[in-house]
């Protein structure tokens, strides 16, 4: 039997023969949210740190400092001819109101596009804008994106109101890696609702918003590991994040991916893999504040050795996997022939992921790859991430199993190819973004680096 067959049939076999992942999953989640800044961040750090040292692998740390940001008070009161109150919660790098508190008119934003906005850009000045998290005239456009646009056309506070039922409110940046311009809350949908109900019926619907958060300059670090491969100088780096946001436990994400990483290194150790390559695995701290710690993190190392980098974020939670290109058509051919091999067949898409850890790592022209799972319900978005319904629960054994055999394979293939794809000069990298669609959008939410 062939080297890799051998091992990847040893690999498999202890996969399914154990539920350690699961374990570690509710191990994360238990620790909290590892919210950046929050003690569960550091227990997390200590988490890792301690399963790789019992593997006999000693663990590296990247130390970096970034805007942190620390949540106070949030509060939200409807007004009309009575005062109500719904609950909310702020989003993340929101700056405080007046103590006082701020007040103004609500206006229904829609899906916050530019298109929608320009529509009411008379209403939006100085006035309180909701704006829902689902679908826009424009296709899905990020938070941060809809928030600029709402800061763009004079709104004077966001309120982020859930797509998805079930009284949750989304939470996420909307800047990233500084405190935004205006307040931004998060509503749930069924308030969103009761909200539009009031403002076909009455002629003044206010709002008056009440937050206080904290900023201070917090250090962070990422947890980096790695299997020595043949070729001892070309790296894979295969990283995720394992920062959550404080209302959740983070489970799909992005706690399972990095369950995904301790097990990978677990079983590869145990096999005594060695790749062609040297992988090169890293948890990365403040995904969520805006992809700040990978982007740090590749503008302070020397990462002319890393051949490809591949993200796993939310790669646990439905079995369908999703492999995005980073926009490589080279690469696309590339799993496109080696699908066979994994352990079953994702769905393999040109796309780049510009929101979360592959994007710094494109923007130094390193060929990438991000692979996630795919929710069944396209229109339902995040679903229950970025909300506090996040939870281990969500997760099945069977999924927890799958997805690691899946990425244990999908590694094993790629890690033992004869060539990668090369890495791209800045041109090539900015006619890519542009070619895309995505010059513009990057443009808003500040991630273009480039003249
Ligand atoms: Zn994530």
């Not at 109500?84 to 103004?104: A, C, N, Q, R």
């Not at 396209?378 to 099945?396: L, V």
């Amino acid at each position: 039997m062939e080297y890799l067959d051998r091992i990847a049939e040893t690999g498999h076999g202890m996969i399914f023969a154990s539920s350690s992942i699961y374990e570690i999953i509710k191990d994360l989640c238990l620790l909290g949210s590892r919210f950046s800044g929050t003690e569960s961040e550091k227990e997390a750090q200590e988490y890792l740190k301690n399963y790789i040292k019992e593997l006999g692998i000693e663990p590296m740390e990247f130390e970096f400092e970034y805007t942190g940001w620390y949540r106070g008070t949030c509060s939200f009161f409807l007004q009309t001819e009575e005062t109500k109150f719904f609950p909310s919660f702020s989003l993340v790098y929101s700056p405080s109101t007046e103590d006082e508190g701020l007040e103004g008119k609500l206006i229904d934003g829609g899906g916050g596009s530019e298109t929608e906005l320009k529509r009411i850009q008379n209403e939006l000045k100085g006035n309180i804008v909701m704006i829902h998290s689902g679908q826009t005239e424009e296709g899905w456009l990020h938070r941060r994106i809809k928030y600029a646009n709402a800061v763009e056309f004079g709104a004077k506070a966001f309120l982020f109101a859930n797509h998805n039922p079930g009284q949750l409110f989304p939470t996420g940046s909307i800047r990233s890696n500084r405190f935004g311009e205006i307040p931004a809350i998060g509503i749930s949908k069924e308030t969103y609702e009761y909200i539009k109900e009031q403002l076909h019926r009455k002629e003044n619907v206010g709002g008056k918003i009440s937050v206080l958060n904290h900023s201070a300059q917090t250090k962070s670090k990422h947890i980096i590991w790695e299997i020595e491969g043949e070729k001892r100088d070309e790296i894979i780096v295969i990283g995720g994040h394992y920062d959550g946001h404080d209302l959740a436990q983070g489970a799909t994400d992005n706690a399972g991916s990095i369950a995904a990483l301790l097990e990978l290194t677990k079983i590869m150790k145990e096999i005594k893999f060695i790749p062609k390559r040297t992988i090169r695995f890293i948890a990365f701290g403040v995904e969520e504040f805006g992809v700040v710690g990978s982007t740090i993190y590749v503008n302070n190392v020397n990462v002319d050795n890393v051949k490809v980098m591949i993200n796993v974020d939310g790669l646990i939670g439905h079995i369908q996997k999703v492999v995005a290109c980073g926009g490589n058509i080279e690469m696309l051919q590339l799993i496109n022939d080696m699908k066979d091999q994994f352990l079953y067949e994702p769905i393999v898409m040109k796309t780049i992921i510009t929101a979360s850890d592959n994007y710094p790592f494109l923007l130094k022209g390193i060929p990438n790859i991000c692979i996630y799972s795919q929710n069944p319900d396209p229109e339902s978005g995040r679903g229950y991430g970025h909300t506090s319904a996040d939870t281990f629960d969500k997760i099945t054994k069977l999924d927890a199993k799958l997805s690691l055999g899946f990425i244990f394979s999908f590694l094993l293939e790629f890690s033992s190819l004869e060539e990668i794809p090369n890495r791209m000069k800045e041109k090539e990298v900015i006619t890519l973004l542009r070619e895309a669609n995505l010059e513009e959008n990057l443009k808003i939410l500040e991630k273009w680096p480039f003249n």
